[in-house]
């Protein structure tokens, strides 16, 4: 099974301040690695997929890096409505796995 | 456009079995393999299940092996999750995702429908 080690656990943020997130795989993935955010009570919501590929519809902020086995998500200028929980998760083999989560906070 | 709407959660006692339902709409199904998550009250996302677009193969979790099954039905749109000898530990929000291929990103998930395992 692929472990994915995200960092840092949790990040207290100021609006507008940069948010890097990095996912570390245990072993390498190539560039199957994909970014989700999901908000209190709701669904998981796609960001990037395939480590950098924008998705339609989400913010020109949010960007992904990465391949092999570290990859990074990048939010250029926090804004409020972002806090949330992050995730990153792999489908480079089966099981799938999931990072254990960032949760960003707005100071 | 794309709804994954689950159902089928509810309250059940340890030991005891559960049928999950997933109705999808707004997209060819039987084109997409389709997954599980959970994600137990105040923890992270765990991938449960894996059935490929035509049934030819399936992956599940070693936490639920041998104890939940994924399946689908090409012909009514549903994807559906038997649980059986429920844990304690199963207690979780699923949700029904899907995914195009077997290494694509899941794009779409449903609201998601609570299983709780208690006495």
């Known amino acids: 099974e692929i472990v994915l080690t995200q960092s840092p656990d949790f990040q207290s943020v100021t609006p507008k301040e940069k948010v890097t997130i990095t996912c570390r795989a245990s072993q390498s993935i190539g560039s199957n690695l994909h970014w989700y955010q999901q908000k209190p009570d709701q669904s998981p919501s796609l960001l990037i997929k395939h480590a950098s590929q924008s998705i339609t519809g989400v913010p020109s902020r949010f960007s992904g890096s990465g391949s092999g086995t570290d990859f990074t998500l990048t939010i250029n200028s926090l804004e409020a409505e972002d806090a949330a929980t992050f995730y990153c998760?792999?489908?480079?083999?089966?099981?799938?796995?999931f990072g254990q989560g960032t949760k960003v906070e707005i100071k | 456009q794309v709804q994954l709407v689950e159902s089928g959660g509810g309250v059940v006692q340890p030991g005891r079995s559960l049928r999950l339902s997933c109705a999808a709409s707004?997209?060819?199904?039987?084109?997409?393999?389709m997954h599980w998550v959970r994600q137990a009250p105040g923890k992270g996302l765990e991938w449960v299940a894996v059935i490929w677009y035509d049934r030819s193969n399936k992956y599940h979790a070693d936490s639920v092996k041998g104890r939940f099954t994924i399946s689908r039905d090409n012909s009514k749109n549903t994807l559906y999750l038997q649980m059986n000898t429920l844990r304690a530990e199963d207690t979780a929000v699923y949700y029904c995702a899907r995914a195009y291929t077997s290494a694509s990103e899941l794009d779409y998930w449903g609201q998601g429908t609570l299983v709780t395992v208690s006495s």
């Open positions: 998760l792999q489908t480079g083999s089966f099981p799938w796995t």
């Open positions: 707004g997209f060819i199904f039987s084109n997409y393999d």
